[in-house]
């Protein structure tokens, strides 16, 4: 058993598991087993909360058990996310851009990418700017089969965010 934060506050105590990416899903256990430890050594309430980091976007959702001896009768009661504000864009800025563009880059020979959760390509590009990784390491690491991973990859690399090195790894471009 292990959790990733624990707060304390004067009547309530949060317990918080997190993931650097976004997740769809996960196992309401990260939370249940520490609730339920906690649950028997302070008499404050216990706040079971999952929390997500990724494009600067900060998610938090807040859980309860209502029978706190079954990890299924977990209920969400709030969902909140927070983005880190950026200088913004403005049309000058992009004006600019378009105004010294004078070079075009060929399309990569990918798939055109598919419509879908822009999130994980975010995630994927955020764990190789830490490091090189192969398809197989993406796999382990997002959580994701290999068809998806692939898909996940074809986007960065027609985005020109990504590039293949050697037979099974891949890069920021």
């Known amino acids: 058993m292990e ?3 624990g707060y ?3 009547t309530k105590f949060a317990l918080i598991e997190a993931k650097k990416e976004t997740a769809s899903d996960f196992n309401i256990r990260q939370l249940f087993y520490p609730y339920r430890v906690w649950k028997n050594k302070i008499d404050k309430e216990i706040v079971p909360i999952f929390f997500t980091h990724s494009n600067d976007v900060l998610s938090f959702f807040m859980y309860t058990f209502e029978d706190e001896r079954v990890f299924s009768s977990c209920t969400l009661v709030k969902q909140k996310d ?11 800025d992009i004006d600019a851009v378009a105004k010294n563009a004078n070079q075009f880059v060929e399309e990569p020979e ?12 975010v995630d994927l590009l955020g764990l190789l700017f830490e490091a090189d990784m192969s398809k197989d390491e993406v796999m382990l690491t997002l959580n994701e089969e290999g068809r998806r991973v692939m898909s996940l990859l074809y986007r960065l690399k027609y985005l020109t965010l ?12």
């Open 3 to 5: 959790i990733d934060g």
């Open 8 to 10: 304390e506050g004067n």
């Open 82 to 92: 927070y983005i880190v504000a950026h200088d913004k864009i403005t049309k000058y």
């Open 110 to 121: 990918v798939p055109f990418p598919q419509a879908d959760s822009f999130e994980r390509v």
């Open 162 to 173: 990504a590039e293949k090195i050697l037979e099974h790894h891949y890069r920021m471009g």
